[in-house]
C-alpha cells in the first residue's frame, strides 16, 4: 500500500510507460472465465491501455504541456484539472483542457483521467466540511488531513482514479425504501486499530482493470438510521489491493484492425463490478465513516458535482462535434448534402451540439466564488447539459442509422482490399466524391458508432451516465430556484390594468434632452 502520510515524491506529470508499468501489479482481474495476469498484455485490456499511455505522453509535449498542465507552488508539474481554480480564467482554462482530452478519443472514452481528477480536487478544497462527522471509530486523524494528503497523492503521483458508486440490490422494494442487504451491498464488517474491514459488492467500476485506484464513495440516498450507519463511508484503495477483485464484462474489443474497428480498437474502457473480501482499509484512507446525511451531501456540498459535470460537458461538446463531423462527411461522399431532407437530419444534430455548447460557455463565462473560496461553473447550465445529453446522444445514434441505411452493414474489410476481390471493392463500392477505401472507412466508422456492441456501450453509457434519467431530472427540479417565476404568476401583473386605473394615469411632464424635468 503506498504510503499517503509521509512525504511525496516530486514526481508530477507521468509518461506513458510509466503508466504502463504501475499497472503490472498482480491486480486480480477476472474476465470471461479467467484471471488476466497482466492487464498490459491481455486482449480484453491491452490496447486500451496502450491508447490511455498514448494520452499521457501527449499531454506532455510540447504542442500540449503549457495548457494543459501547470506548475504547482513547488514548481512540480501537475496535470491542470488538479489546479484548484481562483478566478474565472481558470475555469476557463479547465475546460479547454477538458475539451482537448475529449477530443483526442472523439468523446468516446468516457473515463479520462481528468474527470476524477476533478471530484478529488473539489473534495481536497472543501476538505474542512468532511470534518463534521462525530464518528470516526478509531481513527488518530481527521478526515481533512486524509482527503488533502489523497489529493497531493493523487496529483503528485499523476494517478488514473475511477470509482464505483452503486450497491447491488437483492429485493427492489428493499431499495426503495433506502436499505441494504449486506449479504450483498458493501458494508463494514469490523473496526481495527489499523482501519476499517469492508466486505460486499459494489456497481459499476469504469476503466477499473486499467486504472490505478478506486475511489468508493456513497452516491445513492442513505437514510439517517442505525441499520444505515455500516454502508455510510468514503475512502479510496489500490486497485491492485488484496481482496479486491475485478470482474469485468465481454471485451467489444474483437482484435479487429484500427482500419475495420477504428474506435473499438481504440477505446474500449471496459467495465467491470467491483468485489470487496473483507479488505482493510487503513485510517489514513478514510474521508467519511458513520454519518449517512453527510455521504447523501457528500458531492453537493463539496461541489464536486458541479466540477465533475464541467468535465462531462465538455466531453460531450467533443462528441457532438465528432458526430456531425462524421454525418456531414457520409452525406458529402454521396453527394446527398443537397438534399433539403438530409440536411433537416443533420441540422437537427449540429443545434443539439451548439446548445451543449452555449450551455457550457454560459456556465464558464458566469462563474463565481463558492463558500470553499474558488472558483465554480454556474451550475444551471451545466445541469441542464447533462441533462439534456442522455436523450440528445440515442437521436444522434438513430440518424446516423437513417443516414447510413443498409451501407451500415454492406462494408469489406480491411483485407478484401489485399485479396482477388480487390478490383472489385474498388469498383463496386466508391462513391461520387471518394473513393471505395475512403467511403468503406467511413462507413466502419459510423458502424462501429451506433451498429457494433461498442457503439450499443456507448448509447447506454449516455443513457445512464449520471444515473435514472427520471430520478436525475427530478432532482433538476428540485434545485431549479423558481420562485421569483411563481411570484410573477401570483404577484397579477399578468393581468391588464383596469379602465379606472388607466384613467388614474397622469402623463409624465415633458422631459429634455438632458433628462432634466
Not at 449520471?466 to 436525475?472: L, Q, R, T, V, Y
Not at 410573477?488 to 415633458?510: D, M, Q, V, Y
Amino acid at each position: 500500500m503506498d504510503d499517503i502520510k509521509g512525504k511525496h515524491k516530486k514526481l508530477g506529470v507521468r509518461t506513458g510507460r510509466e503508466y504502463l508499468s504501475g499497472l503490472q501489479d498482480d491486480r486480480e482481474i477476472w474476465t470471461g472465465g479467467k484471471r488476466i495476469k497482466d492487464v498490459t498484455n491481455h486482449s480484453a485490456t491491452k490496447r486500451c491501455a496502450e491508447t490511455l499511455a498514448g494520452f499521457f505522453d501527449k499531454q506532455i509535449s510540447s504542442n500540449y504541456l503549457k495548457n494543459l498542465t501547470y506548475l504547482d507552488a513547488d514548481g512540480i508539474r501537475c496535470a491542470i484539472s488538479f489546479k484548484p481554480p481562483k478566478s474565472v480564467k481558470d475555469i476557463k482554462e479547465r475546460g479547454k483542457a477538458y475539451y482537448e482530452w475529449a477530443k483526442w478519443s472523439h468523446g468516446m472514452f468516457g473515463r479520462t483521467p481528468d474527470y476524477k481528477n476533478a471530484s478529488i480536487m473539489s473534495f481536497a478544497i472543501a476538505k474542512s466540511w468532511l470534518d463534521q462527522g462525530k464518528e470516526r471509530g478509531l481513527s488518530k486523524t481527521l478526515f481533512s488531513e486524509n482527503i488533502e494528503n489523497y489529493y497531493n497523492f493523487i496529483r503528485l503521483n499523476d494517478k488514473v482514479l475511477t470509482h464505483t458508486l452503486v450497491n447491488p440490490q437483492k429485493n427492489y422494494e428493499v431499495a426503495l425504501e433506502g436499505k441494504y442487504d449486506d449479504e450483498v451491498a458493501l458494508h463494514v464488517v469490523k473496526e481495527t486499530d489499523a482501519g476499517i474491514v469492508v466486505k460486499g459488492a459494489r456497481l459499476l467500476a469504469t476503466l477499473g482493470p486499467i486504472a490505478d485506484e478506486i475511489e468508493v464513495f456513497p452516491s445513492t440516498l442513505l437514510k439517517g438510521s442505525e441499520d444505515n450507519l455500516p454502508f455510510a463511508f468514503a475512502f479510496a484503495l489500490p486497485i491492485a489491493t488484496p481482496g479486491i477483485k475485478l470482474i469485468a464484462r465481454d471485451t467489444y474489443d474483437h482484435g479487429k484492425s484500427n482500419f475495420d474497428a477504428p474506435l473499438s480498437s481504440r477505446f474500449e474502457e471496459m467495465d467491470a463490478v467491483v468485489i470487496f473480501d473483507n479488505v482493510l482499509v487503513p485510517w489514513e484512507r478514510v474521508f467519511m465513516y458513520r454519518e449517512p446525511l453527510l455521504c447523501n451531501q457528500a458531492f453537493s456540498k463539496t461541489n464536486a458535482v458541479v466540477h465533475m459535470m464541467h468535465q462531462v460537458a465538455c466531453s460531450k461538446l467533443a462528441k457532438s462535434e465528432f458526430m456531425v463531423g462524421l454525418m456531414v462527411s457520409i452525406v458529402k461522399a454521396s453527394g446527398k448534402d443537397k438534399d433539403i431532407s438530409i440536411k433537416n437530419l443533420i441540422s437537427e444534430v449540429m443545434m443539439m451540439t451548439e446548445t451543449i455548447k452555449a450551455l457550457l460557455y454560459s456556465s464558464e463565462s458566469h462563474a463565481h466564488i463558492d463558500e470553499w473560496g474558488h472558483y465554480i461553473p454556474l451550475r444551471k447550465p451545466i445541469d441542464t447539459s447533462r441533462n439534456l445529453f442522455p436523450t440528445m446522444y440515442p437521436r444522434m445514434v438513430e440518424i446516423l442509422q437513417l443516414l447510413g441505411s443498409s451501407s451500415l452493414m454492406a462494408t469489406p474489410s480491411e483485407a478484401d482490399f489485399k485479396n482477388e476481390l480487390k478490383d472489385d471493392v474498388k469498383k463496386y463500392f466508391q462513391m461520387i466524391n471518394v473513393d471505395s477505401k475512403k467511403r468503406i472507412s467511413l462507413f466502419r466508422l459510423a458502424h462501429d458508432v451506433c451498429i457494433s456492441g461498442f457503439g450499443n456501450r456507448q448509447a447506454l453509457y449516455e443513457r445512464f451516465f449520471f444515473g435514472p434519467p427520471a430520478i436525475m431530472k427530478a432532482g433538476y427540479f428540485d434545485l431549479y430556484q423558481s420562485k421569483d417565476l411563481e411570484e410573477r404568476i401570483s404577484s397579477g401583473e399578468i393581468n391588464s390594468l383596469t379602465k379606472k386605473e388607466r384613467l388614474n394615469i397622469e402623463r409624465p411632464k415633458t422631459i429634455n434632452h438632458e433628462g432634466e424635468q
